[in-house]
């Protein structure tokens, strides 16, 4: 159980050009997904709070124009990189948490991340 | 943004030995997490941890959360070589700006040769 499933796995893209990266929730329903980039042999760092049926919100210093996060139903979130220019070749991953349990007990489950290479 | 404090770096072992890791923090956590990432894939969640000396076994991985609800060590013992990979710690905590944020530990790289 709790399977987060992520697309594509792998991207890569001319400058300037706008690319969309999917989570899904397959085997339970995620109120909340979160998205994260990982440079290589560092830790995950948190981009943005993932709200189905509201606004994201952003972590400081991330361009919320930039990176373009929907969240229209209870098992799939998108982040888009708008434009996206080679400094923004990274590993993003993102997690979903399962409604309906208290916040403060709920483990996050990650998909396979999506490599991001801009030339 | 905040760390855990995690380690070591890095363990370089050889198959049939224990492996301990720790996490610390300078403040409360209410849930600690334990996740493995391969390469090029994403974390799982290897061990959650609920109540403050709560000590839970996943095989032969054991992690504890530890009393002050700062700390949680993992360890795993007779490694194998696919034990290989990044370990992190996680916690999550019930308030605050952080509420229902993940913050990480920087990660332990393990090497084990066989």
């Known amino acids: 159980g709790a399977v987060v499933s992520q697309h594509p796995s792998w991207v890569i893209c001319k400058s300037g050009t706008s690319v969309k990266i999917e989570c899904r929730s397959l085997?339970?329903?995620?109120?909340?997904m979160f998205w994260y980039r990982q440079f290589p042999k560092q830790s995950l760092m948190l981009m943005a709070t993932s709200n189905e049926g509201s606004k994201a919100t952003y972590e400081q210093g991330v361009e919320k124009d930039k990176f373009l996060i929907n969240h229209a139903s209870l098992t799939l979130s998108t982040l888009t990189v708008t434009s996206a220019h080679p400094e923004d070749s990274s590993f993003y991953i993102c997690s979903a948490r399962e409604s309906g349990r208290g916040y403060s007990n709920q483990p996050q489950h990650f998909g396979d991340g999506t490599r991001l290479s801009i030339l | 943004g905040q760390q855990l404090n995690q380690s070591p770096q890095s363990m370089f072992i050889q198959e049939g030995e224990d492996v301990s890791m720790n996490c610390t923090s300078s403040?409360?956590?209410?849930?600690w997490l334990w996740y493995k990432q391969d390469p090029g894939e994403g974390p799982v969640l290897l061990i959650a941890?609920?109540?403050?000396?709560e000590l839970t076994s996943n095989g032969r991985l054991t992690a504890q959360f530890g009393i002050t609800r700062k700390d949680s060590f993992l360890n795993i013992s007779a490694s194998i070589p696919s034990d290989v990979g990044i370990y992190f710690c996680a916690g999550l905590r019930a308030g605050g700006t952080s509420y229902g944020k993940l913050t990480f530990g920087q990660g332990t790289i393990l090497t084990v040769h066989p």
């Open positions: 941890l609920y109540k403050a000396g």
């Open positions: 085997d339970f329903q995620a109120t909340t």
């Open positions: 403040s409360i956590f209410n849930t």
